[in-house]
């Protein structure tokens, strides 16, 4: 896309977002101590640096890298424009914010207009320091972030998009983008991810059973200090506000993650005269008993709801018309894969235990629960990779709530785009009540939700 087209159009979205944050101010959540909270503001622009350095070659000779120079980039080099040497430094991050009020954050979302904007889980004595020491953790809030990005839903195939960097190549292919390009066996590409109603509802049912199961069921932490909110692209978030949670260090947060995500239930079914469930993970002898308890009420938990299960296993007529006998046997202590369960053997129970492992844990983005210094986008902002809104949403919102009708910010006017042919196109996709696509090559007037949609993920232009 030609630099002339791109500034205009990166023009056009910062003054709808400043619309926003100017005639908004109500929809930004401010987070409980604001004026402890660091908060990160990522650019539409980076920043490069190419830094003037020596390196040592292996024969032990220094050489002189870098011209010293820097600028702004609307896409992220990766040589520097002046000198063409790789090794830039970019970035498009600013960190170290902190404001006192709603006045003075909103001061700056207008005044800045970023692209995204963050705060810390994390409450500091001094929150704009530049170190960590300075700072001075004061505990942090326990967050979740449920991404469909990681939940491999099929549909991923469908939407998203890679191509191969290398010019004189140019591969295309769906889903997500293999190790080496299998034409030129380059390994950079440009990825699209795109999302659908598919993947958004594998996300939202993590986040209810997350909620429900997890939160509220096992470890009894009180609704009211529990904060939802879609993050306006590809998931969703949960913030766990009780007091009771906020100095724990990020082994106990571990702890925690490893806890949703069923970790350790992992098993083999021994077939050797009565079968057995043996626990796979490095376990101590002793610790054996439990987990194979664990593992066992997963799989209760999983025959108690075989009805909602979808899989098409032979085996679920037998567990649907046995369920209470192999209920019973795994309620035993020992538990037991019950004999009384016909045409359910070794094989098949090996599958229910790994089904049951499965449906007894949620996917969370690990490293966002066990980072104590993380930022979390702030709720009522606007997310730049989509033009919707960090939306929050009640327990109760949840259920019906549909991210790509009920999140969208600017419902008002069409706007006329140009989508350059190129090697990955626009896929169909749905927003609102209406479907929109496939695009390549073509100019379109489209609602402004939807247009702005597409200029956030950089595959068109403002006409
Ligand atoms: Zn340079
Ligand atoms: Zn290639
Ligand atoms: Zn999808």
Known sequence: MAPDKRARTRKLL????????????????????????????????????????????????????????????FSEFQVCPNCGEKGL??????????????????????????????????????????????????????????????????????????????????????GAAPEKCPECEENSFRSLKWICDECLEAAKENTMKLYDKFLVKHFGIDPERIQLNYSGHRGYHVRVRDPSVFNLDSNGRMEIAHYLTGMGLNSTIESKGRLRIRPTGELKNWQLPAIARKIADAMIEFIDNIDSYEGKDKWVKHIVAQKEAAIEGLGKEPPMLSA?????????????????????????????????????RLIGSLNGKTGFAVTE????ELTDFNPLSDSIVFDEGTLKISVPKRGIGVPEFRVGDSTYGPFNGTVEELPKAVAVFILCKGMASVE
């Open 14 to 73: 910062q003054l709808m977002f400043q619309d926003y944050y100017r005639t908004n101010h109500d929809l930004v959540d401010i987070p409980e101590r604001v004026q402890n909270r660091e908060f990160g503001l990522e650019n539409w622009d980076y920043l490069w640096v190419c830094k003037q350095r020596i390196e040592v070659q292996e024969d032990g000779r220094e050489v002189r890298k870098g011209c010293g120079r820097s600028g702004r980039s």
């Open 340 to 376: 009384k369960v016909m045409k359910v053997g070794p094989k098949y129970w090996q599958e229910i235990a790994n089904r049951a492992a499965a449906f007894y844990s949620v996917d969370i983005d690990q490293p966002v629960t066990t980072d104590i210094h993380r930022v979390i």
């Open 89 to 174: 430094l970019t970035n498009r991050w600013s960190r170290h914010h902190g404001f006192r009020s709603r006045d003075m954050l909103i001061g700056e979302l207008v005044r800045s207009v970023p692209h995204s904007v963050y705060h810390s889980a994390a409450f500091y004595k001094v929150p704009v320091a530049r170190s960590m020491v300075e700072k001075g953790w004061e505990g942090a809030e326990l967050v979740f972030d449920i991404d469909a990005d990681h939940l491999d839903a099929p549909c991923a195939e469908k939407h998203d998009a890679w191509q191969c960097s290398n010019t004189e190549c140019g591969e295309t292919g769906t």
């Open 393 to 396: 949403v009640t327990r109760d």
